[in-house]
C-alpha cells in the first residue's frame, strides 16, 4: 500500500503562485510515474502534469508555460509549481502515483484562484 499526503492548496489572487507538494509513503518498490490532476465543480478531472521516473514531463496545455512539475526520488515527493494563476485554475487538486504494482490517489488539495 502506498499513502499520498499532499499539501499547499490554499486561496490565492489572479496572478499569484502556489506551490503543492505530494509525498508518498509505505511498501512499494518503485514509483514509475508521479502525476497531478484536477478536478473543477461540475467537470471531470483532468490531468494537469506527469512527470516520469527518467525526469521527462508532460503538461495539459492550459497549463504549460505557467507550471513546472518536478520530483525528489529520494523523498518519494513530487511537487507542482503554480505560476500565473487564473481563475480558471480554481479546482481540488489530488496526486497520483503510479508504481509497478498498482497506482493510488491523494486526498486532493483545493486550489482557488479569486480576487
Known amino acids: 500500500q502506498v499513502h499520498l499526503v499532499e499539501s499547499g492548496g490554499g486561496l490565492v489572487q489572479p496572478g499569484g503562485s502556489l506551490r503543492l507538494s505530494c509525498a508518498a509513503s509505505?511498501?512499494?518498490?518503485?514509483?514509475?510515474?508521479m502525476g497531478w490532476y484536477r478536478q473543477a465543480p461540475g467537470k471531470e478531472r483532468e490531468l494537469v502534469a506527469n512527470?516520469?521516473?527518467?525526469?521527462?514531463?508532460d503538461y495539459r496545455d492550459p497549463v504549460k508555460g505557467r507550471f513546472t512539475i518536478s520530483r525528489d526520488n529520494a523523498k518519494n515527493t513530487v511537487y507542482l509549481q503554480m505560476n500565473s494563476l487564473k481563475p480558471e485554475d480554481t479546482a481540488v487538486y489530488y496526486c497520483?502515483?503510479?508504481?509497478?504494482?498498482?497506482?493510488?490517489w491523494g486526498q486532493g488539495t483545493q486550489v482557488t484562484v479569486s480576487s
Open positions: 497520483r502515483v503510479i508504481t509497478n504494482e498498482s497506482n493510488y
Open positions: 512527470i516520469f521516473s527518467g525526469g521527462t514531463t
Open positions: 509505505g511498501r512499494f518498490f518503485r514509483i514509475n510515474v
